[in-house]
Nanobody, 123 residues
Framework: QVQLVESGGGLVQAGDSLRLSCAAS????????MAWFRQAPGKEREFLAT????????TYADSVKGRFTISRDNAKNTVYLQMNSLKPEDTAVYYC????????????????WGQGTQVTVSS
C-alpha cells in the first residue's frame, strides 16, 4: 500500500502562485509515476501532469502547460505542483495519485489517491 497526503492548498488571488505538495509513504518502491489531477464542482476529474519516479520524465495537459510544473524530491518521497499565473477557473480540489501503466492522460493508471487539497482563486 501507498499513502498519499497533499498539502499547500488555499485561497489566492488571480495571478498569484501556489505550490502543492504530495508526500508518499508506504511501499513507495512500487511506484512508477505520480500525477496531479483536479476536480472542479460539477465537473469530471481532470488530468494535469505526470512525472516518473525514477528519471523525472514529465507530461502535461495542454490546459496547464507553461503555467504548472510538476517535480519530485525522491529523498523526501514528495511530488510538487508549482502553479503560476493562477486563474479563477483553476479553482478545484487538487489530488495527487500514484500508479503505473505509463505517463500522460492516456497511459497513466492511478492506483492510489490522496485526499485532495482545495485551491480557490479569487478574481
Amino acid at each position: 500500500q501507498v499513502q498519499l497526503v497533499e498539502s499547500g492548498g488555499g485561497l489566492v488571488q488571480a495571478g498569484d502562485s501556489l505550490r502543492l505538495s504530495c508526500a508518499a509513504s508506504g511501499r513507495t518502491g512500487t511506484i512508477y509515476a505520480m500525477a496531479w489531477f483536479r476536480q472542479a464542482p460539477g465537473k469530471e476529474r481532470e488530468f494535469l501532469a505526470t512525472i516518473t519516479w525514477i528519471d523525472g520524465t514529465t507530461t502535461y495537459a495542454d490546459s496547464v502547460k507553461g503555467r504548472f510544473t510538476i517535480s519530485r524530491d525522491n529523498a523526501k518521497n514528495t511530488v510538487y505542483l508549482q502553479m503560476n499565473s493562477l486563474k479563477p477557473e483553476d479553482t478545484a480540489v487538487y489530488y495527487c495519485a500514484a500508479g503505473g501503466g505509463g505517463i500522460g492522460a492516456v497511459h497513466f493508471r492511478p492506483k492510489y489517491w490522496g485526499q485532495g487539497t482545495q485551491v480557490t482563486v479569487s478574481s
